[in-house]
């Protein structure tokens, strides 16, 4: 199996599975519980708690465990609003944020707010100016991505919070793909509200976190219920998945140089060793070190993934292409149809290796021409 799709999902390891084994088999209590099962539950969430907040160099009450990073977006973006009611009733975001995002603020219209999707350029990068312009007087939020999960395009948020700082405008960061990736802490980027997601850096699936800076008051929660997460996010704690998310990114955070490096590595080796392909093309910047596009144009991506997976090696055109319908992203970028339509994503994460990626290089080669439909 070549698995080349890191920026879908990732497997977790041994240690990360012990971890969560240990929860789901033995420190099962509910944190909620009076006796020493359920303190030791507590315990753990609590020490996992802490693991989070130091790779973001927050603090530990900041933190706010969620169901999935879609959570954590939906969550910050209603919260924002509700703080800032007065303020006005426009959000300002990209048109190339993941769903989690672009839905959310789609539904908002419905519900009478506005808003304004600034767009990328050719390239896929968004500068700062480009998002603070588009901010007026009764902007109640800004939400832009760090790291564009089709492209790989990092966004300057870092500068979009400074040229917020003096204004009541809160901001969102959905982090789910620069987490680990790209160095930054929860002060380096001055973001409001980050969002994060533990299957995109070896933990389970179906755990995230969302961090609520200091200029986030009287936090709206999404949920209502008991009294979890400070009473902003009710529900009986996931324990053995939050467990799973701290263990995960204590794994990272120890190789973290390392592994970036090899990322890194990774990316400009499949560069190298693609380029060699004839008329395939390379889309967006690629800046994060796991994420590389690229199209063969005129070639269906869909068919692409297909022909590949008969060979075991896993990319994605799921980002790219839903449905038969060009993706948001690459149609936001002004990319001609068959160029859009022939993206495929190939991500990376530790465990790849270059034979993953010679055997990609091989397979592309081998099926351009004489398997793959034309458009
Ligand atoms: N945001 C980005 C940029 C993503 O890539 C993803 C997952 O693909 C999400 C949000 C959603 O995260 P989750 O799958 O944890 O809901």
């Known amino acids: 199996m070549h698995y080349l799709d890191y920026a879908a999902t990732t497997p977790v390891s041994l240690e990360v599975a012990k971890a969560m084994m240990a929860v789901l088999t033995e420190d099962f209590g509910n944190p909620s519980a009076q006796y020493s099962l359920g303190r030791k539950a507590k315990d753990l969430t609590d020490r996992s708690r802490g693991v989070i907040a130091k790779a973001l160099g927050a603090k530990p009450e900041q933190i706010f465990f969620t169901s999935c990073g879609t959570e954590g977006d939906n969550w910050a973006i209603r919260a924002a609003l509700h703080q800032n009611r007065r303020v006005g009733k426009h959000i300002v975001t990209t048109a190339v944020e993941h769903g989690a995002v672009l839905q959310c603020v789609k539904q908002l219209e419905q519900e009478g707010y506005t808003a304004t999707y600034v767009k990328p350029d050719r390239e896929g990068r968004i500068p700062a100016e480009a998002v603070?312009?588009?901010?007026?007087?009764?902007?109640?939020?800004?939400?832009?991505?760090?790291?564009?999960?089709?492209?790989?395009?990092?966004?300057?948020?870092?500068?979009?919070?400074?040229?917020?700082?003096?204004?009541?405008?809160?901001?969102?960061?959905?982090?789910?793909?620069?987490?680990?990736?790209?160095?930054?802490t929860a002060k380096s980027l001055g973001a409001d509200y980050i969002t994060l997601s533990a299957h995109k850096i070896g933990g389970p699936k179906g755990i995230g976190a969302l961090y609520v800076g200091g200029r986030a008051k009287n936090t709206l929660p999404l949920l209502f219920g008991g009294g979890q997460e400070s009473g902003l996010r009710p529900g009986t704690e996931a324990t053995a998945q939050i467990a799973g998310f701290a263990r995960a990114a204590e794994l990272r955070l120890e190789r973290q140089e390392e592994i970036t490096a090899h990322l890194a590595a990774c990316r400009d080796y499949a560069r190298e060793k693609l380029s060699a392909i004839p008329d395939l093309c390379f889309v967006g910047p690629a800046d994060a070190p796991h994420i590389l596009s690229v199209s063969l144009p005129g070639y269906p991506s869909q068919n692409i993934v297909g022909e590949l997976d008969g060979k075991g090696i896993y990319i994605s055109a799921g980002s790219a292409c839903h449905r038969g319908k060009a993706s948001h992203v690459l149609t936001a970028m002004g990319l001609d149809k068959r160029t859009a339509a022939g993206t495929v994503r190939v991500s990376f994460g530790p465990e790849t290796e270059f034979a993953d990626i010679d055997a990609l290089a091989k397979a592309l080669l081998e099926h351009k021409s004489t398997r793959f439909p034309m458009l």
């Open 132 to 184: 603070l312009e588009a901010v007026r007087e009764d902007t109640a939020v800004v939400s832009v991505m760090l790291v564009n999960n089709e492209t790989g395009a990092v966004f300057p948020v870092a500068e979009i919070a400074a040229g917020l700082k003096n204004s009541p405008t809160l901001l969102h960061t959905d982090a789910v793909q620069g987490f680990l990736k790209i160095p930054f």
